[in-house]
Nanobody, 122 residues
């Protein structure tokens, strides 16, 4: 069983930056692709970014391209989401998730963290 815990959320002004971290325990971190998702109030959870098990491949949703960067450190069992040029519409609870497969599909995400709130003030 893999446990995931996110950190680094908070309140930031529009145009600012935050770095989210997600640390895993209870499993072999490098066996999992890692992803970030977010859920804004009144909206469904949406995909943000994913990184392959070795870190050699990443993909992010169009709305965050050029602003958000996903990375991982397998030695530290941690995945990061660097968020720059934040906008009010980035306000959401951000979740990290782990899955053996890199390809995001319906039902992707074998393990999920509890989430961390990101609030961007305009």
């Amino acid at each position: 069983q893999v446990q995931l815990v996110e950190s680094g959320g908070g309140l930031v002004q529009a145009g600012g930056s935050l770095r989210l971290s997600c640390t895993a325990s209870g499993g072999t971190f490098s066996n999992f692709a890692m992803g970030w998702f977010r859920q804004a109030p009144g909206k469904e959870r949406e995909f943000v970014a994913i990184i392959a098990r070795s870190g050699d491949s990443t993909y992010s949703t169009y709305s965050v391209k050029g602003r958000f960067t996903i990375s991982r450190d397998n030695a530290k069992n941690t995945v990061y989401l660097q968020m720059n040029s934040l906008k009010a519409e980035d306000t959401a609870v951000y979740y990290c998730a782990a899955d053996p497969q890199y390809l995001v599909r319906v039902g992707w995400g074998k393990y999920w963290g509890p989430g961390t709130q990101v609030t961007v003030s305009s």
